[in-house]
Structure formats: C-alpha cells, structure tokens
C-alpha cells in the first residue's frame, strides 16, 4: 500500500508570493491533516479535513487555507508568503481522523526568501 | 485546550543501554490516545507505539514500551537495548477520541553513543 505523497518536497518562493502544496493520503484514508513544523515552534496544528470538509482548525492567520477533493486528496495553499513562513510542512492521514493514528508524509520544505 | 510536555530537549544514552523519555499533558478529557512518533533525520514521522487512555496495561512494542500514568496525565516512553538507529527527534502527541486533532509536544532529540 502506498504511503502519504506529498509533492512538492522542496519549494523556494519570494516574500508576497503564494504556494500551492498537494498530499495525497493512504488509499481509504478520508481524514487529511496539516501541521507546520519549525525548530522554534515545534509541530503545529494547521487544519484537517474530512470528506472534503474542514473539521478542526488550529490558530493560524487566513492567508493559510486548505481543501480536500473527493478522492481524499488535499491541498494547501499560503498567500502573501512572509519570512516566518519558512517551515517544513507535513501532511498526515488517518482512515477516519480521532483515535486512529495518523501516517506521515515526507514533508515539504518551504523557503520563503 | 489540551497541552503536551516534553521536559527533555535533548537526551543521549550508549548503544546498548536504556533510556526513558518523559511526557506529560493536560486534558480534561477521559477518553484519548497517547502516541510517541520517532523522527529520523529522513524527516518521515514513524509511529512508535499508541495507547488507549482506558486501557490500564502498559503497550509495548519489541524494545519500547510506555509507562502509562493516567491521574498523573504521564506517559513516558521506554527504549531498551538502544540501538544506532534509534537516534532521532521523539515526538509525544495526544489525540481527542472524538476529534481529528492531534496535540504535540516539542520534541526530545535522542543520541544514541556507539
């Protein structure tokens, strides 16, 4: 069984740009997260959808949104990239979301210069 | 809301030996999960063990292993035998049963000294 892709794996982008990341989960999996991880803030909670919704939301500002599409894929996008964006970003999926546990992708690493 | 704390930011221990890993968390929930995620230099996150909140037995997993506290909101890790490849950053994290959530904590960088 294929594992949690994420694509790109590394990005480069210019301050006021926006980025588009994609995750495409386990097969069966419909709960798709997103967490920023970076060395000062450790790992934090983005968004996570379910069946195309988004269910949880964590604290961050408007510029980062998501979706889910129908056959469980999500995208993240970042708008009016800022420095502190820089970060790696992961994408995790669960068959259901809640108490099962949740499978990683590699990551994408952003670098906003 | 719900916290996790790893009190520990590094740790090392020789090749061979035991080392604990702490964590602790804040909830007013009593039914969650608890799990521990290793993450190598590869940047992949990799399950390392998973316990239910209203299980009382302690989960192990070949050479790791939990101690469970739930009135003490603890739940620390156990690697035995330490081995090379155990070197990584080790993540606890906390999931609500009813949400898809998931809360963690800062992460313990382990060393493991040949």
């Known amino acids: 069984k294929a594992g949690v892709t994420q694509t790109p794996r590394y990005l480069i982008k210019t301050r006021g740009q926006q980025v588009t990341l994609s995750c495409s989960p386990i097969?069966?999996?419909?709960?798709v997260s997103w967490y920023q991880q970076t060395p000062g803030q450790g790992l934090q909670f983005l968004f996570e959808?379910?069946?195309?919704?988004?269910?949880n939301k964590g604290n961050f500002p408007g510029r980062f949104s998501g979706r889910q599409f129908s056959n469980s894929r999500s995208e993240m996008n970042v708008s009016t990239l800022e420095l502190g964006d820089s970060a790696l970003y992961l994408c995790?999926?669960?068959?259901?979301?809640?108490?099962?546990?949740?499978?990683f992708g590699q990551g994408t690493r952003l670098t906003v210069v | 809301a719900q916290t996790v704390t790893q009190s520990q930011p590094e740790m090392s221990v020789q090749e061979a030996e035991t080392v604990t890993l702490s964590c602790t968390y804040d909830?007013?929930?009593?039914?969650?999960?608890l799990f521990w995620y290793k993450q190598p230099p590869s940047r992949q996150m990799i399950l390392v063990i998973r316990?239910?909140?209203?299980?009382?037995q302690n989960a192990t997993e070949n050479r790791f292993s939990v101690n469970f506290q739930k009135a003490a909101k603890s739940f620390s890790l156990k690697i035995s035998d330490s081995q090379l490849g155990d070197a990584a950053m080790y993540f606890c994290?906390?999931?609500?049963?009813?949400?898809?959530?998931?809360?963690f904590g800062d992460g313990t960088t382990l060393t493991v000294k040949p």
């Open positions: 995790a999926s669960t068959r259901t979301g809640g108490y099962t546990e949740a499978f």
């Open positions: 097969s069966g999996h419909r709960s």
């Open positions: 959808y379910f069946s195309e919704t988004q269910r």
């Open positions: 909830t007013s929930e009593s039914d969650y999960y």
């Open positions: 316990q239910e909140a209203y299980k009382q």
């Open positions: 994290a906390y999931i609500n049963t009813n949400a898809g959530k998931s809360t």
